[in-house]
């Protein structure tokens, strides 16, 4: 298996009909596969090594797309950078992962300034920007060369290092193979929906999986890349309708964003059939929105993990209901893809009955070799054959798994276990809440107590009581808040628009350890 | 990577649901992986060694299904037997594989009087029948015992051993691996777009890949099974009607019988959804009527051999159509399968341009480990690194691939090259033909000779004149049959319906060398 192989399969099937699409730049899938095959032959004039990595800090865009094949191609291994990193996490992710080779683009460049030359191992760096080219750098065109064929790799051969630092922690690199990413494909194909009349929107960052995961399933049915350089509600609409646009991925945030978007209305979002979420919880009231503002458009909750190349669960789209018999199935991040195997195990790694809480574990070729230079930890999350994913959930009777929360974001209060998402949905269907973060803080008598930090809606004002009474109409007095921050400011957010609890934890627990299950 | 993986998932996410289906036997998911589960357990307790081999020689059933996991699941390897073998063909294959035990049915187990104990190193024989033990076996469901848990097989070790002598030569066992077979199955999920509601109507023989190929796959996606013990147009039409069958797979000469049978409308076969067929052309008069006939039911087109697991291109079923623009696909048997490289490749390897016939050789983790105790023969058809399949064909500007015929079956005669099934082709569309067998006879003057074998239909009478002429309205006048011979008795037919050229081809080259390219 390897990773270039749907590039192969996509050239020959669809040779003339667009690959990708990036402004006004399109490239059929005959020069998209020629134009890897010379990348490909430049980064070995550039003294790629087998194994070595090509690590990018880049935007979205087609050059994206054509690097992460053409290093593959190559060879090499990938590692895209998290475009919301600080200049000194970069600098880490460069030394830790040895990169030789550091493509950027403009936004980005002005980080090496920062970094004052410290790039680890790097000894060359192109630029994939339009704009002038930066001094000490190659043109990203420049490199063009005499086309090679695909490097045929090992199944456990390294295709990309896939730093995950979550929402906790320092950065660990995921080392992804060839095969972990093929067999990924092969997964989102059919949990996502996509054939060869597929016109796919990156829309969401690139360098993380959760858009990833279509890079190379896309490819594999000769469907279409379009990109947009980052998540935009404008310009997310009207590449939608100038694309006809036909699936894409989003998390919450997003849809919530385009829901507020004043003008939703005014485009023809007619070919839009399926758009996958993910990477936090969607509270009801965006989902009933959503459902509402496109009801041709089939929504697919989807689940995964870095670690897991990533899908590990997804959700049909027909359970995407809040109403009839199956409504209660839209809480539910969906059963196991095709070839994973899931399952909800307690502490000592076995498997807990139907509707226990317990860890949700995931076997199969997509889980990753492990993590880079990391083998005690690698070990640990992978012991038993089982990838620990460190999230809480449970499966009810017919597979369906329910993520209840990170066990690291539990809240024991008083004994008590209490889920913060349960607590967050609760006060996200309050009138006049924007967004909605609950976490335990340190509290003397209680061990911790429930905090919640509310983010209103512009125009509107709330205060923490109205929060706490609006709970106790809805969940259990142990569970609602025991106190509330209204903040005005917006929430920190992690690159895929994850709530960064840590940020919002971490002023509560200095000097104090937060007992972790 | 593990053949019963999707087993493990069909019982997690529809537990309650029917997962098999033989006349009045049915059993969930639930039932199906727990039986499965205790059967590997009794296969243990008989001693199946791991990688012991299990051979089956019976007519279609949910037993036969669940052989194929129970053995797969007991680390050990299956050996479905062709049921149209004579009786010292089976005694070889059981020698050559080496099987431990062996499955029968009621049907064959007559076999085992005419083989008088020449059974290899058979040691154990299992009857899966319904009608009485016969002496010196063990009844089925005393199999059943403890259960165990799934043996996680290495991606390489053998699944099964599968023979195929095709239509020509002494049977050979191509050696599947777990992956082999899970990766056809995750490519026979999007190509024939199986899903969750699928119910698969076992039809053609189960001991052939061509079914098989679905065995797995539907079990994936967690569809229904429904089995007849061997094609019959009336079981076939009762069973699609009572158990609601949306996916088949047939051999045009199945399609054909079914077109044939007079009370076709009285059934409803609304469930219908798609189609698939292959093993053999599919002549456009039969493809318009069954178009005709069933207008709701996609077609797909496929192709691929025992060796490839056996998918390796797939038409999709817009381009089952006769009339339109894209009328002439229907020729075709599709694009490359989402995991398979194909590449069309002259005496020395190497690609030739579009539209140029030669070799078509196959790549991906579908390909077979080899053929079982044959080296040599190994070492030939996967040298460097792709299948060669003996079938000639092109491919066209879109990767569509036409197969011309097997390259050695095409006939050379005064130095030009026919292809018997453009002959065929052409013969097929005249009024009368039931069916159409096109060979080379030796001829003093040309080298070969077009021949033709015609079996009028049922009450129609036809002339070799009659033939000749028709076909001198429709292609070159080379390519048009020097003699036709008109037969009253059906055409030799191998396990899967195919033509057995070789037996018609049989008495005119006795003594002389037919050559090959």
């Known amino acids: 298996m390897y990773v270039t192989q749907g590039l192969r399969r996509a050239a020959q099937i669809k040779p003339t009909a667009p690959g990708t699409i990036f402004r006004d730049r399109r490239h059929t899938w005959r020069e998209?596969?020629?134009?890897?095959?010379?990348?490909?032959?430049?980064?070995?004039?550039?003294?790629?090594?087998?194994?070595?990595?090509?690590?990018?800090?880049?935007?979205?865009?087609?050059?994206?797309?054509?690097?992460?094949?053409?290093?593959?191609?190559?060879?090499?291994a990938v590692v895209p950078i998290n475009t919301r990193l600080a200049a000194p996490e970069v600098q880490y992710i460069l030394e830790d992962s040895g990169a030789e080779i550091l493509f950027i683009d403009d936004r980005f460049a002005p980080v090496l300034d920062a970094l004052k030359g410290r790039l680890g191992s790097v000894r060359e760096i192109i630029h994939l920007g339009d704009g002038p080219l930066p001094s000490g750098m190659r043109a990203y065109e420049s490199l063009l060369s005499s086309p090679i064929a695909d490097v045929i790799n090992g199944d456990v051969d390294i295709a990309g290092i896939f730093y995950t630092g979550g929402t906790t922690g320092k950065a660990k690199g995921a080392m992804l193979s060839h095969r972990n990413l093929v067999m990924n494909a092969a997964n989102v194909i059919v949990a996502f929906g996509y054939d060869a009349d597929s016109v796919y929107l990156h829309a969401g960052p690139m360098f993380h999986l959760a858009d990833g995961a279509s890079t190379l399933a896309i490819t594999a049915v000769g469907g279409v890349h379009a990109f947009i350089p980052a998540f935009d509600p404008a310009n997310f609409l009207e590449t939608v309708q100038r694309e006809r646009v036909t699936h894409t991925l989003l998390v919450p945030?997003?849809?919530?964003?385009?829901?507020?978007?004043?003008k939703i209305s005014d485009y023809d979002l007619s070919s839009l059939r399926r758009i996958t979420y993910g990477a936090s919880p969607m509270p009801d009231v965006l989902l009933r929105k959503a459902i509402e503002t496109l009801p041709d458009v089939r929504f697919v909750h989807a689940y995964g993990m870095t670690e897991a190349a990533p899908l590990v669960t997804a959700l049909d789209p027909r359970y995407s209901t809040l109403d009839g018999p199956d409504a209660g199935r839209s809480k539910s991040c969906g059963q196991a893809a095709h070839m994973v195997d899931v399952r909800i195990a307690d502490a000592h790694d076995q498997e807990v009955p139907r509707g226990t809480v317990g860890e949700i574990q995931v076997r199969g070729s997509n889980i990753m070799l492990g993590y880079w230079n990391k083998p005690e930890l690698t070990e640990q999350a992978l012991r038993g054959g089982w990838y620990h994913?460190?999230?809480?959930?449970?499966?009810?009777?017919?597979?369906?798994?329910?993520?209840?929360?990170?066990?690291?974001?539990?809240i024991i209060t008083g004994g008590e276990n209490v889920y913060s998402a349960e607590v967050e949905n609760a006060i996200s269907?309050?009138?006049?809440?924007?967004?909605?973060?609950?976490?335990g803080i340190p509290d003397d008598t209680w061990g911790e107590a429930v905090h919640a930090v509310v983010v209103p809606r512009v125009g509107k004002s709330l205060t923490p009581e109205e929060v706490i009474a609006h709970c106790q109409t809805l969940i259990a007095g142990y569970k609602c808040p025991r106190s509330v921050e209204i903040r005005n400011e917006p929430m920190p957010l992690s690159g895929v628009g994850k709530i960064l609890k840590t940020v919002l934890r971490d002023p509560y627990w200095a000097g104090r350890a937060k007992q972790v299950n």
Request: aromatic letters at 10%; glycine letters at 14%; a negative charge.
């Open 429 to 439: 269907v309050l009138d006049g809440v924007a967004e909605v973060a609950v976490i």
């Open 389 to 410: 994913s460190g999230d809480g959930g449970y499966m009810d009777e017919e597979g369906f798994v329910y993520i209840v929360d990170r066990l690291k974001d539990m």
């Open 253 to 262: 945030t997003m849809i919530n964003m385009l829901m507020n978007f004043p």
């Open 32 to 76: 998209v596969e020629d134009r890897v095959a010379r990348f490909a032959g430049g980064l070995l004039r550039l003294g790629l090594s087998k194994g070595g990595r090509a690590a990018i800090l880049a935007l979205n865009s087609d050059r994206y797309f054509e690097y992460l094949l053409a290093v593959t191609r190559a060879g090499g």
